[in-house]
């Protein structure tokens, strides 16, 4: 079963502007990205928690999604 998060994840991987613009915003304010992912899934009845959002992302096998988690957490 999918969850909320992971459907998300996949909505925006499939749309260059919205990935383009989180990952710029990722790059220096990554707790603000966070909350953007959320309200993405707000304005398309995909409800997500960051907890939820954290949780998915970190199962995932990506370098840069791991690095960048990290410093959601506020460790880089």
Sequence with gaps: MSTNA???YALISKDPDKKNNLFKTALTN???ALQK???I???NNLKVSKEEVIEYLST???LATKLW???VRGGL
């Design 6 to 8: 992971e459907k998300l």
């Design 60 to 62: 995932l096998d990506d």
């Design 69 to 71: 988690l990290i410093k």
């Design 30 to 32: 990554p707790k603000s």
């Design 41 to 43: 899934g707000d304005e």
């Design 37 to 39: 992912i959320c309200e």
